[in-house]
């Protein structure tokens, strides 16, 4: 159990853990140290199904057997389409083992994005997850000359499937079985023939203002910066996580699967992305790293269960509360915490606090890991006070994850933290945008020089887009992308992620995009948290057939002014919400408006509602 006043169990580990110096490597070097443990689990059907190191690499072998047998040749690209399963990790440390480049493809992506995709990395293997997934392959695949099979994971419904360049895993591992009795040792040398300034992976950008870049990473990079991991925060073969971000995504890529290869934790992965909440509870995983919408809604379930409590259980959450309130405060400002509060947590978190941590699935976790975008300072107090560290870290693909992070010996919500010892980062002095320079940083972007060489100067700094501060003891914040900053029609520099960010605080509100620049006055497009407001509807007796007509009812709209009323007054006037609309649609992962991490693109959201956005300025 974590406590706060004392974070000895949570310290950078400078010492090497496996040796090597490439993916396949690591892997090869883990199942030896390894074997018997249990790496993996993953829920199917009701049950848990665990995965020893031995398990996952009998299973590599033959799937990289299998690859070879295709003629599958080192240098060459293999594209993975699923959504976060364990069949992905294997896939893709299969392509690393036989020396090919492993590259992923969101499940959610169209056939035409899978055939630019494709192309543009030339891929010769395609394995997808289902028969969705195929569907779109097939769509595509007289526009691939290079791509010679799709290998599928779940045959379900395509066991008549006659098509010779489609191929289950199943059928590919017993190809893999054959071609490595045929060729004894050989699977192995070509593992050891990776060389670490080899391209390992492919990770391609959100595309959202323009086509996706497929980012570069060599075996070098990646082990590096796995390794500079550990010396941010340690993990071990005690640790257990949860893996449920999309694998193609470099948070999930580096801070899961890799990060968990080199150091032992247990790769828990959900059902589903609907299950997090149910499978989070199941797991209780030690470390919990996830994105700002996740701890968004982690928090807005307590606070409708909390409404939903007798008036002398909420008198305990908020006596219990301002017990580790004053703990964190006391954290916070570097100070020791008295043995009489130190008594009072004791029992504020045996009365309350260890409950509301396990009604999240959080009750077991050393700390907590916040990325991939900002987070509101609240939220991060928020469950520094129910006993539990957040730490924040920021980074992104092009820098192989996170560049920065929060140490756990000195907490600043809002910070980013330090520079991670494992690269520089400075802000540019004229722009005050945050560079980065250090092996962690890609190589480029594939197939277009001209994009690289703006991205990355002659010396190295990669030039991130996000303008920053740096305050006296070396932490960084992020104020905002550079492009997002908005100056209003009156000369106002406006940084809009401030105000989202008190918006998301709202139970009520999953995301918002403030809009202003060149216009006389903010407004905001907002999206509201479907099944908390359906909630409060029905509490409430308002009338709705379906999700549009719920954010048109009047009640609705003024529950969400006084969200906006409450977060306008921690702001001057001019950096006011004026007006604001509901998003209509119930958005999800697959819709064009949302990213993979679910959040708003603000430039398409603006795009597709400009006449909504114009009509609150009229």
């Known amino acids: 159990m974590s406590n706060l006043w004392d974070l000895s169990h949570i310290q950078p580990m400078h010492a090497s853990v496996l040796p090597g110096e490439t993916l396949p490597a690591l892997f090869w070097a883990g199942v030896r140290q390894r074997g018997p443990q249990v790496w993996m689990r993953q829920k199917k059907l009701g049950i848990w199904r665990s995965w020893t190191w031995d398990q996952t690499a009998e299973a590599v072998r033959e799937i990289a057997g299998g690859l070879c047998a295709l003629g599958f040749a080192p ?33 959610t992506d169209a056939a035409s994005q899978v055939h630019y995709l494709c192309a543009d990395s030339r891929t010769t293997v395609l394995l997808v997850e289902n028969d969705e997934q195929l569907d779109k392959a097939l769509a595509v695949r007289a526009q691939l000359p ?19 360049g489609v191929l289950s895993l199943d059928a590919l591992r017993a190809l893999g079985r054959d071609w490595n009795q045929a060729h004894p040792g050989e699977l192995m040398r ?25 980012a570069m990473h060599t075996h070098a990079g990646l082990v590096y910066t796995v390794r500079g991991y550990n010396t941010l925060i340690a993990r071990s073969d005690q640790d257990e996580a949860m893996c449920f971000l999309p694998l193609c995504h470099i948070a999930e890529r580096m801070g899961g699967e890799y990060f968990s290869l080199y150091t032992g934790c247990k790769l828990n992965f959900v059902e589903n992305p609907d299950t997090v909440p149910e499978n989070v509870r199941e797991i209780a995983p030690t470390i919990v790293t996830a994105v700002p919408r996740v701890w968004e809604k982690f928090y807005s ?13 909420q008198a305990a959450y908020r006596w219990a509360m301002g017990v580790g309130t004053r703990i964190a405060e006391h954290v916070l400002a570097g100070e020791a915490v008295g043995a009489g509060l130190k008594a009072q947590f004791w029992l504020a978190r045996r009365l309350v606090l260890d409950n509301v941590r396990k009604l999240i699935g959080i009750h077991r976790a050393r700390f907590l890991v916040t990325g991939a975008a900002p987070i509101s300072p609240e939220l991060v107090q928020w469950y520094l006070a129910l006993g539990v560290p957040m730490l924040e870290v920021w980074g992104m693909t092009e820098t192989c994850g996170a560049a920065t992070g929060v140490p756990v010996s000195r907490i600043k919500p809002g910070s980013i933290g330090p520079a991670a010892s494992f690269n520089e980062v400075r802000l540019d002095p004229q722009t005050g945008e945050i560079l980065v320079r250090g092996p962690n940083v890609f190589k480029g972007y594939l197939n277009l020089p001209e994009k690289t060489a703006e991205t990355i100067d002659p010396e190295g700094w990669l030039h991130t887009g996000d303008v920053g501060t740096q305050d006296a003891d070396g932490f960084f914040r992020i104020v905002d992308r550079m492009k997002d900053i908005i100056i209003t029609a009156g000369g106002k520099n406006i940084t809009p992620s401030e105000l989202e960010n008190a918006l998301k605080f709202s139970p009520y509100i999953t995301d918002a995009v403030v809009i202003g620049d060149a216009r006389p006055y903010l407004t905001a497009i907002v999206m509201v948290d479907h099944e908390n407001v359906e909630k409060y509807a029905q509490d409430h007796d308002v009338p709705f057939s379906n999700y549009a007509s719920l954010t048109r009812t009047p009640e609705v709209q003024a529950l969400i002014q006084a969200e906006i009323d409450r977060v306008n007054a921690q702001f001057a006037r001019v950096e006011q919400i004026k007006k604001f609309f509901l998003l209509d649609t119930q958005l999800s992962a697959e819709d064009e408006e949302l990213t993979p991490t679910m ?19 009229r």
Request: proline share 5%; aromatic share 6%.
């Open 75 to 107: 240098g060459e690209c293999a594209s993975i389409q699923s959504n976060t399963v364990i069949e992905w990790v294997l896939a893709d440390l299969a392509v690393l083992a036989c020396g090919g480049v492993s590259n992923g493809i969101y499940p």
């Open 146 to 164: 290079l791509l010679r099979k799709i290998i599928v994971f779940d045959m379900k419904g395509l066991h008549s499937l006659g098509d010779p």
């Open 190 to 214: 070509r593992s050891e023939a990776c060389q670490p300034h080899d391209l390992a992976i492919l990770v391609y950008t959100s595309g959202t203002t323009g086509k996706p870049k497929g």
């Open 301 to 313: 379930g307590v606070m409708i269960a909390l409404k939903e409590s007798t008036p002398l259980q």
């Open 599 to 617: 959040k708003l693109k603000r430039r398409l959201v603006q795009q597709k509602y400009a006449e909504q956005v114009d009509a609150m300025y």
